[in-house]
């Protein structure tokens, strides 16, 4: 049996990294065609087609969702731990399609979501398929579902080693650990990454400059932006609930107003990625352009600050998408942010803004997920910048421990117990109806 299941493992990788390749690259063409249809219009055609067509999508993704499958929604990350905790049921046979398409729809139509998440969730439901089909007792379907969580991060972001820390280190409550389910991690995500390779090739997912490892005495600065960071990650928690519970005060669940909101904000961000890209889509893509000299400083804040409220107008409104990119496109430019300040207050110390954007990266991350080891992995691998781990370490360290002295809690454990306080209170109320 543990050949058996470690072999499966290997599958599971594979079918997460042969998905998960797909699921990009749906995403990918499908924005270029809506880009594609819109060229050369005039302005006020360009608008109104643009709102259109993204509305469009958002109707496919939200109807999809809400319909036929509601644990779809969000970044799937949470629903695969309450699975891992036998606190919530995998239905694959459902969640796969619906991710997908619907996933495919939202993120093509300019909303500032990222496809880690859904990535993370259609590889643990294609474990739980695997386990489903073969029959595997319940501790062994445990590891598979999680072999899949960590295929799924590894293909969506091209790290391998970051998809194992990640399961390992931020889903720890849930994982249960024994030297079987570690290897079935481990393979699944070694699988994962070589078939993405192969569709896509061996480059980071980022490609940025290498930046060379500040001086001894300018890591204080890395301790200090790190320590804001921990702040920023407390307050965006915060408001990440708050968000989720307005819109849940807008829709009350109620499927028309639920895709009808979801259409407005797919159509607004339709438009809004035709005149002022920079402000929507996952960020990936974003990431190289803020560490040249394209952007003053000012502009860079408002680009953060408008980033911020659209991810949080689009992660909370229920849309299949992930919030994980659009972390990391937040961290970047608050740390390049940072840069640009210490380098005209230290001129002596020669700092290179990119290093700090690219530290600010991981510290945004292990703020709001609270994993600072797969934060450093993880922005490692995607950028391949070797050299600054230190300088990664003291600032993920300094924002995790000042996000856990405010009180702050991990993100997806907090929706998690969202999700289940809800479920919870609509079987009261279903018990309360069917008894009256």
């Known amino acids: 049996m543990p050949l058996l299941v470690l072999l499966l493992a290997a599958l599971v990788g594979t079918l997460a990294g042969l998905v998960c390749g797909l699921f990009e690259s749906g995403v990918h063409w499908l924005a270029e065609q809506r880009i594609a249809l819109l060229a050369d219009r005039p302005w006020w055609q360009l608008g109104l087609l643009g709102f259109g067509f993204s509305a469009l999508l958002g109707f496919v993704g939200y109807f999809l969702t809400h319909t036929f499958a509601p644990e779809a929604g969000g970044s799937g990350i949470p629903e695969i731990e309450g699975a891992m905790d036998d606190l919530r049921p995998v239905r694959w046979w459902r969640v796969l399609p619906v991710k997908f398409f619907g ?3 939202t993120l093509s139509s300019g909303m500032v979501l990222g496809r880690e998440g859904p990535s993370v969730q259609i590889g643990g439901n294609l474990g739980k398929m695997v386990a489903d089909i073969f029959r595997l007792p319940k501790e062994h379907g445990h590891a598979l579902l999680a072999a899949g ?3 799924g991060l590894a293909a969506a972001f091209n790290a391998p080693l970051a998809g194992i820390l990640f399961v390992m280190e931020e889903m720890r409550p849930q994982f249960r650990y024994s030297f079987l389910a570690i290897k079935a991690v481990g393979i699944s995500a070694i699988m994962a990454t070589l078939m993405l390779q192969n569709m896509k090739g061996q480059g980071a997912v980022i490609t940025l400059p290498h930046y060379d490892a500040p001086a001894l005495k300018a890591l204080w600065l890395f301790l200090f932006m790190g320590a804001t960071f921990g702040v920023l990650g407390f307050v965006f928690n915060k408001l990440v609930l708050a968000c989720q519970d307005g819109y849940l005060a807008l829709h009350q669940n109620k499927r028309h107003r639920f895709v009808a909101i979801g259409m407005l904000v797919a159509g607004t961000f339709g438009v809004l990625s035709l005149f002022a890209p920079s402000v929507t889509g996952g960020g990936t893509e974003l990431i190289p352009h803020l560490m040249g000299d ?5 502009t860079l804040f408002l680009i953060f600050s408008v980033r911020l409220v659209a991810t949080l107008i ?7 998408g992930g919030v994980f990119a659009p972390t990391l496109a937040l961290g970047t430019l608050f740390g ?3 840069g640009h300040l210490f380098h005209a207050a230290f001129p002596e110390l020669g700092i290179e803004p990119g290093a700090f954007a690219i530290a600010g990266m991981g510290a945004l991350f292990a703020a709001t997920v ?5 934060g450093i992995v993880l922005v490692t691998e995607m950028t391949d910048n070797y050299q600054l781990i230190l300088p990664m370490m003291i600032t993920t360290v300094g924002a995790t421990l ?4 405010l009180g702050g809690r991990p993100i997806y454990s907090q929706i998690l117990e969202r999700t289940l306080r809800l479920a919870a209170r609509q079987k009261r109320g279903e018990g309360s109806a069917t008894a009256s």
């Open 336 to 338: 390049v942010v940072f």
């Open 402 to 405: 000042v996000a856990q002295w």
């Open 370 to 374: 609270r994993a600072p080891i797969t």
């Open 149 to 151: 969580a960590a295929g």
């Open 314 to 320: 689009c992660f909370c409104s229920g849309a299949p």
């Open 103 to 105: 996933g495919i729809c």
């Open 294 to 298: 394209e952007y003053a400083m000012a």
